[in-house]
């Protein structure tokens, strides 16, 4: 458990020290009851983003996502993890592997 708490942090860190070099404004912010990690902005592009140290089974992928699909815009919307595989397109949210970040940005 302890481990995971500590993965889980230093991938916060991890995505915020790629998007805010990026240019990005980053907030943080809840929708519906559910949080959102990472609200990136840069002029008129808005960026979605939950990070989730390993997407380990159902309950997680389901926790991470639906956070996501509560958000009824057209904006991009990107789970980021450091799962050695990359899962599919799901409800037009993307997986990203948390060292391929800085491509999608």
Known sequence: M?????GEIRLLILVS?????????????TLRNREVD?????ADRVIYLQS?????????????YS???AIDDNFEKIVVSLD??????RDGIRHVQAWN???VI
Do not use: Q, W
């Open 101 to 103: 970040l800085t491509d």
């Open 84 to 89: 050695d595989a990359t899962m599919p397109l």
């Open 38 to 42: 990472f609200i990136a902005r840069k």
């Open 17 to 29: 020290t790629h998007i805010l070099p990026a240019g990005f404004d980053v907030y943080v912010g």
């Open 2 to 6: 302890r481990n995971t708490i500590f």
């Open 67 to 69: 956070a996501l699909k």
């Open 52 to 64: 989730a140290y390993l997407l380990a089974d159902d309950s997680v992928i389901e926790r991470e």
